[in-house]
């Protein structure tokens, strides 16, 4: 199975709110999920985001590929 680390948004329309989780790369992105690590709201001013950084860095370990997105997000 490949694991990916990756944004999927929750929300309404027009005010998106994105949820990091783990999961399966063959999944859609709003799919199931094998575990949310933390969340980023582009809303707010300045942009909130909060993670578990053990828990990313666990995922990480096991060979979880981190999306592009997530990567630029969690190296701040």
Known sequence: M????????MGRKKQPFYRIVATDSRK???GGWI?????????TE???????AERLQY?????AKLS?????????
């Open 46 to 52: 300045p942009a909130t985001i909060e993670f578990d």
């Open 68 to 76: 592009e997105r997530v990567e630029k997000l969690t190296s701040k």
């Open 35 to 43: 575990e949310s690590l933390g969340y980023y709201n582009p809303n």
């Open 28 to 30: 859609r992105r709003d």
């Open 2 to 9: 490949a694991t990916v680390v990756r944004l999927t948004r």
């Open 59 to 63: 995922w990480k370990s096991v060979g």
